[in-house]
């Protein structure tokens, strides 16, 4: 993928990297951290093959990925004050390194230049889509909060968090291409449907990933979420499928947030003792099937096929 999209992404990064100057040293320092740290650029790939995917031969959409990745990037800012993480992508993550006040005005000032590029592009369209996503993520960044530590959080609400803050800019990542594109609206649904379900079954891996030892290999430490008391899939489904005992241990380290040593081991173990996160990847393929049969209405072709691709890759990568 990153191969089909090369020229495209080489100006998505001279865009990124024109938009991230300011007079104000610590703003590029601090955010060209992050930006650099070895991103995968996934969302803005999407945007990018999207338009390649439905024949689009402007430039509209090498500006529209780059607001794409300056909203994920002051999202990623915002997340790590409010988890309080050490790491990011296995370096120090930019609270540790300047500071949790920094990091939200740097944040906000990305935000502020994805703005101006949606606007730059001129499409009152495009801006709805790209706003509504950053305020949905924005909604389901306070709703995670809100359930943080709550261990009767049903499925749904979990569901509803991860919708909002992950799968809401893969959506409007894809759908924009088809925007851009001027593509009829069956067309645009399609990108839509295969974005939002594709970034359903990304977050669920990952939330399964943060109890596998796999975590080690993708720079990432192990138990995270639990460290942070946060309510994911593959705690739920741990916890209703627990003995009296086992609740009462899920509620001492994860509602009472009393964590001793052992007590990972412990969880990883009652994990795999209820299949939870092996329920959570089947999850993920289920959602990584819906958004592969979106693109059927498409023409088949090499990017159709390493959209697909992508997708698999992303389920299995939990193995």
Same mark, same amino acid.
């Given at each position: ?43 803005? *790939? ?50 540790? &390194? ?70 809401? &800019? ?97 969880? &990883?173990?009652? *994990? ?22 979106? &693109? ?24």
């Amino acid at each position: 993928m990153q191969a089909l999209v090369t020229e495209d992404m080489a100006r998505v990064n001279e865009t990124i990297l024109a938009r991230m100057h300011s007079p104000v040293a610590l703003i590029p320092q601090l955010a060209g951290h992050l930006i650099a740290s070895g991103g995968k650029r996934l969302r803005p *790939m999407l945007t990018l093959a999207g338009a390649r995917l439905i024949g689009y031969e402007g430039t509209r959409h090498t500006k529209l990925a780059a607001c794409v990745e300056f909203i994920h990037t002051a999202t990623l800012l915002h997340d790590d004050v409010v988890d309080d993480s050490d790491l990011r992508r296995g370096k120090d993550s930019a609270n540790v &390194l300047w500071g949790n006040k920094p990091s939200v005005l740097v944040g906000d000032f990305l935000f502020s230049r994805a703005f101006e590029l949606m606007v730059e592009d001129g499409s009152l369209k495009v801006l709805r889509l790209l706003s509504h996503a950053s305020s949905v993520i924005a909604e389901g960044e306070v709703l995670q909060l809100s359930i943080s530590n709550d261990l009767e959080t049903p499925e749904e609400s979990y569901l509803q968090v991860i919708e909002a803050k992950t799968a809401a &800019l893969f959506e409007a990542a894809t759908q924009i291409a088809a925007v851009v594109g001027e593509r009829p609206e069956n067309e645009e649904v399609a990108l839509a449907s295969f974005g939002r379900n594709f970034g359903i079954a990304f977050q669920l891996v990952d939330d399964a990933l943060d109890y596998s030892a796999h975590q080690a290999t993708l720079g990432k430490s192990v138990g995270d979420d639990f460290r942070e008391g946060k309510i994911t899939l593959p705690v739920i489904l741990a916890y209703r499928r627990g003995s009296e005992d086992e609740r009462d241990f899920w509620k001492r380290t994860i509602e009472d947030m009393d964590q001793k040593d052992g007590d990972l081991g412990h969880a &990883l173990a009652l *994990m795999d003792k209820h299949g939870a996160i092996t329920d959570t990847i089947e999850r993920a393929r289920h959602y990584g099937a819906i958004a592969r049969d979106a &693109l059927a209405i498409f023409q088949d072709s090499k990017t159709r096929q390493l959209l697909n691709d992508i997708v698999r890759f992303c389920v299995e990568r939990a193995y």
